[in-house]
C-alpha cells in the first residue's frame, strides 16, 4: 500500500512525547472503557501490595507461640484492612476493570453504555478506598472489626474512634460505584451488542459478566442499606445493632451475608468466564457444552441469593434454617460441577498450548476444585459447627479465592495484556511468578485446615505452645514468604514489559474473539467498522471461511 | 462471501471516526437509557426492601417511648397518600399531553405534580413535627423511632431528589429545550415518580396499617 510508507509528520510526535502533566490529565478525566478498565486494575495491584503486606505481618507474628512482633490491637487491624482491601479494593476492582476492557471489545461496542458513568463508578471505587485507609491517620486508628463488621462490635460503645466511620462511608462509597458499574454492565451487554451478535452467541465472559453484574444489582443496595443503619447508629443514635438497646447483632448477620455470600460468587463468576475464555483458545478447541455453562451461570447467580446463612450455623438459627441453608449451599456444587467437568472436556484432547495464560488457567483448575470441596465440607451444618471459625475456614476461603479468583484473574491479565498494551508479558518472569504462588499458595493455605482442625480459632494474634499448632503456622508463614515474591514479580513484568516486551501484534493467540480484530493497544473507537458476526467465533470464521463455526451451531 | 464477518483489521480504515452517538444500537435492542433506569430502580427496590424488612423485624419489639399504635395518626398521612398518589396520576397525564403534542397542558400538569410532590413533603414535615413535639418520638428514643425515621426519611429523600428531578425537566421544557413529543428526560423521571410512589403505597400499607 502506498500509504504504509512513514509520514514525515508523525516521527517528531513520537520524539516529543507530551509532559507528563498532559498525560496524567488525559488519564485523569478519561471516559474510554480501555483506560478506565486499566485505571481500575492499576488500583487494585496498588492495593494488593499494600494488603499482602499486612497479610505477610500477621503471618510473621504468628511463626512462633507468645511472639510479640505485633501488637493485638495493630494484629486486628491489619486483618480488618487486609480482608476489606482484598475483597472490596482488589478483588472487585480488578474483576470488574478487567471486563470493563474487555466487554465491549468482546460485543463490538465502541465503549460502555455510559462512559461518564463509568469513570464515576472508578472515582468512587478509588476513593471509597482511600476513605477506608484514611482510618489510619485518625484518633485510634483503622477498624478492629473483621471485614464483616460483626456487631455489636462496630457500635459506639466499642469502636469509639473513627475509624469504623471510614470504614463504613469508604465501603458506602465504593458501593455507590460498584452498582453503577453493575448497571453499565448490563445495559452495555444488552444493548450494545454488535448485529448478529445474539444473546446465545456472546463470548461466555460476557455472558458471565450480565450475571455477576445482576447479583451486584441486587445485593450491593442492602449492603449500602446495612452500612447506612450502622452509621445512623453511631452519628444519630438509633439502635438497629444497638444491643444494649434492643437492637440485632443477629440482623447484622443476616443483612451483611445476604450481600456477603453472592459476594463470593461476584468475586469468583468473572473469573470462571476469564477460564471459558482462555481454556477453549489454549486448547484450540471451541469451549465445551456452552448451553449447559450459560444455564449453569445463572443457576448460580439465583442460588447463591439463598445460602447466605451458611455463614451463620454457630448463631444458633433454628433446625429448619440449617437445614435449608446447608441443603441450598451443597446445591451450589451441581452447577459448579457442570462447569468443573465442562472445562475438563475442553482441555481433553486438546493440543495445549502452556503459555502463562494456560498455567494459570490449569492452577485455577486443579486448586478450585480442592476449595470447592472444602466449601461441601463446611456447607454440612454439624461440621460445619465442629471448625466454625477456625483456621480451616480461613484455608478454605483462601483457597477459593486464591485458587478461583487470583489464578482466573492472572490468566486473564496474561491473556489480554498483550491487546492492552501492545506487548506480550514476559513468559520467564510469568512462570517464575506462577510457580512461586503455586506452590507458595499451596504451602501457605494447606497446613491452615489441619491448624484448624486442631482447634485452632481465626483472628487470635498469638497462641500458647503446645497445642500442636507451631508447625502448621510456620509451613503457612514460609508459605506466605514464598508467594510474596511472586506478586512483586508480576508489578515488575507488567511495568517493565511496557518498553521490554516483544512487539504483540493484532491477535497473538491465535484467539476467536472480537476484542483480537482490532489493533494492539485498540483505538479509541475500538472498531473503525462496527462488525457482524454470525457465530461465537466470529474470527475463526473469519481465518477459516472454508469451514465457519455458523454452520454448525 | 460477502456476508462474512467481520471485515479483516487490515481494510479498516484507520482514521474513520467514531460516529457521535456511541449508543445508537442495533434494531429490536432495549433503549440503553431506559435499560439503565430499570436497573436502577431494581438497585433502589433492594435498598427499600432491606429497610422495610428492617421496620417489620422490629415491629413490637418492646422497649420504652411511643409504639405506632400510640404515636401515628391516619388523617393527615391519608392527606399525603393522596397528594402522591394524584400526582402520579398528574405525571401520567402530563406525559399523555405531550405526546398529543400539547406543550402548554405538559407544563401545567408536570407543574401540578412538583406541587404535590411538595404538599407531600410539607406534610412529612408537619407530621414529624408532630410525632417529635406531642409524642417524644426521636430516632434515638427506641427501635421505632429508629426503623420509622429511617425508612420513611428514606423514602421523603427521594421524594426530594424526584421534586428537583421534575423541577430541572420543567426548566429545560420551558427553556424550550426538550425535543419531540416523548423525550427521554420526560419517560425517565416520569418511571422514577411511579417508582417512589409505588415505593410509598408499600410504606403507608407496612407502617401505618398493617403495623399500627
Known amino acids: 500500500m502506498a500509504t504504509a510508507e512513514i509520514e514525515p509528520a508523525a516521527l517528531p510526535a513520537a520524539e516529543s512525547r507530551p509532559p507528563w502533566t498532559a498525560v496524567l490529565h488525559e488519564w485523569v478525566v478519561t471516559v474510554d472503557h480501555k483506560k478506565i478498565g486499566i485505571l481500575y486494575v492499576l488500583m487494585a495491584v496498588g492495593f494488593i501490595l499494600v494488603a499482602g503486606a499486612a497479610a505477610v505481618m500477621m503471618r510473621l507474628q504468628l511463626w512462633a507461640p507468645n511472639l510479640a512482633l505485633v501488637p493485638p490491637t495493630t494484629f486486628n487491624q491489619f486483618f480488618t484492612l487486609h480482608g476489606t482491601t482484598m475483597v472490596f479494593f482488589v478483588g472487585m476492582p480488578l474483576l470488574i476493570g478487567i471486563a470493563n476492557f474487555a466487554v465491549p471489545l468482546m460485543i463490538g461496542a465502541r465503549d460502555m453504555a455510559f462512559p461518564r458513568l463509568n469513570a464515576f463508578g472508578f472515582w468512587a471505587t478509588l476513593f471509597g478506598g482511600l476513605l477506608v485507609y484514611f482510618s489510619l491517620v485518625v484518633p485510634g486508628g483503622p477498624p478492629t472489626i473483621g471485614w464483616f463488621a460483626y456487631a455489636p462490635l462496630t457500635e459506639n460503645s466499642f469502636a469509639r474512634g473513627p475509624g469504623v466511620d471510614c470504614w463504613a462511608l469508604g465501603l458506602i462509597v465504593s458501593g455507590l460505584g460498584t452498582t453503577t458499574a453493575a448497571i453499565n454492565f448490563i445495559v452495555t451487554i444488552l444493548s450494545l451488542r454488535c448485529p448478529g451478535m445474539t444473546l446465545r452467541k456472546v463470548p461466555f465472559f460476557v455472558w458471565v459478566m450480565f450475571w455477576t453484574s445482576v447479583q451486584i444489582l441486587v445485593v450491593m443496595p442492602p449492603l449500602t442499606a446495612a452500612l447506612t443503619m450502622l452509621e445512623f447508629d453511631r452519628q444519630l443514635g438509633a439502635h438497629f445493632f444497638d444491643t444494649q438497646a434492643g ?164 490468566s486473564a491479565i496474561h491473556y489480554w495484556y498483550p491487546k492492552a498494551t501492545g506487548r506480550m508479558l514476559s513468559e520467564r518472569l510469568a512462570k517464575w511468578q506462577f510457580w512461586l504462588l503455586f506452590l507458595g499458595f499451596i504451602l501457605t493455605f494447606a497446613p491452615m485446615h489441619v491448624a484448624g482442625i486442631l482447634g485452632m480459632p481465626r483472628r487470635i494474634y498469638t497462641y500458647g505452645p503446645g497445642r500442636g499448632w507451631e508447625l502448621w503456622n510456620q509451613l503457612a508463614t514460609l508459605g506466605a514468604l514464598l508467594q510474596a515474591p511472586s506478586y512483586l514479580i508480576f508489578a515488575y513484568n507488567i511495568v517493565t514489559s511496557l518498553w521490554k516486551g516483544k512487539v504483540a501484534g493484532d491477535d497473538p493467540w491465535d484467539a476467536w474473539t472480537l476484542e483480537w480484530a482490532t489493533t494492539s493497544p485498540p483505538p479509541a473507537y475500538n472498531f473503525a467498522v462496527v462488525p457482524t458476526v454470525k457465530s461465537r467465533r466470529p474470527l475463526w470464521d473469519l481465518k477459516h471461511p472454508d469451514d465457519p463455526d455458523w454452520k454448525y451451531e | 462471501m460477502t456476508d462474512l464477518s467481520p471485515p479483516p483489521p487490515e481494510v479498516l480504515p484507520e482514521s474513520a471516526a ?87 397542558a405538559f407544563r401545567l400538569l408536570w407543574a401540578a405534580t412538583i406541587l404535590l410532590g411538595v404538599l407531600f413533603l410539607v406534610g412529612t414535615a408537619v407530621e414529624w413535627r408532630g410525632l417529635i413535639r406531642d409524642h417524644g418520638l426521636t430516632i434515638g428514643v427506641n427501635l421505632f423511632g429508629t426503623t420509622y425515621y429511617t425508612l420513611v426519611g428514606f ?53 401505618y396499617v398493617l403495623g399500627r
Open chain 2, 155 to 207: 423514602h421523603a429523600f427521594h421524594v426530594t431528589l424526584g421534586v428537583l428531578a421534575l423541577a430541572a425537566v420543567l426548566g429545560v421544557s420551558a427553556r424550550g429545550l426538550l425535543p419531540g413529543t416523548a423525550p427521554l428526560p420526560v419517560t425517565l423521571v416520569g418511571w422514577y415518580w411511579h417508582f417512589v410512589d409505588v415505593v410509598w403505597v408499600v410504606v403507608f400499607l407496612v407502617v
Open chain 1, 247 to 410: 437492637g440485632s447483632a443477629y440482623l447484622w448477620q443476616h443483612l451483611f451475608w445476604f450481600f456477603g455470600h453472592p459476594e463470593v460468587y461476584i468475586l469468583v463468576l468473572p473469573a470462571f468466564g476469564m477460564i471459558s475464555e482462555v481454556v477453549p483458545v489454549f486448547s484450540r478447541k471451541v469451549l465445551f457444552g456452552y448451553e449447559f455453562m450459560a444455564a449453569a451461570t445463572a443457576a448460580i447467580a439465583f442460588i447463591s441469593l439463598g445460602v447466605w446463612a451458611h455463614h451463620m450455623f454457630a448463631v444458633g438459627m433454628s433446625r429448619a434454617l440449617d437445614l435449608f441453608f446447608a441443603a441450598a449451599s451443597m446445591l451450589v456444587s451441581i452447577p459448579t460441577g457442570i462447569k468443573l467437568f465442562n472445562w475438563l472436556a475442553t482441555v481433553y484432547g486438546g493440543k495445549l498450548v502452556l503459555k502463562s495464560p494456560m498455567l494459570f488457567a490449569l492452577g485455577f483448575l486443579s486448586m478450585f476444585v480442592i476449595g470447592g470441596l472444602t466449601g461441601i465440607i463446611l456447607a454440612c451444618a454439624p461440621v460445619d459447627l465442629q471448625v466454625t471459625d477456625t483456621y480451616f475456614v480461613v484455608g478454605h476461603f483462601h483457597w477459593v479465592l486464591i485458587g478461583g479468583t487470583v489464578f482466573g484473574i492472572f
Open chain 2, 18 to 104: 467514531a460516529p457521535p452517538d456511541h449508543t445508537a444500537g442495533v434494531e429490536g435492542r432495549p433503549e440503553p437509557h431506559k435499560a439503565g433506569m430499570v436497573c436502577f430502580l431494581v438497585s433502589e427496590a433492594a435498598f427499600f426492601s432491606t429497610l422495610i424488612m428492617a421496620y417489620v423485624i422490629f415491629l413490637r419489639h418492646g422497649s420504652a417511648g411511643p409504639t405506632p399504635d400510640e404515636a401515628l395518626s391516619l388523617p393527615l398521612v391519608l392527606g399525603n397518600t393522596a397528594c402522591l398518589l394524584a400526582s402520579s396520576a398528574t405525571v401520567h397525564l402530563a406525559e399523555r399531553s405531550l405526546r398529543k403534542g400539547n406543550v402548554g
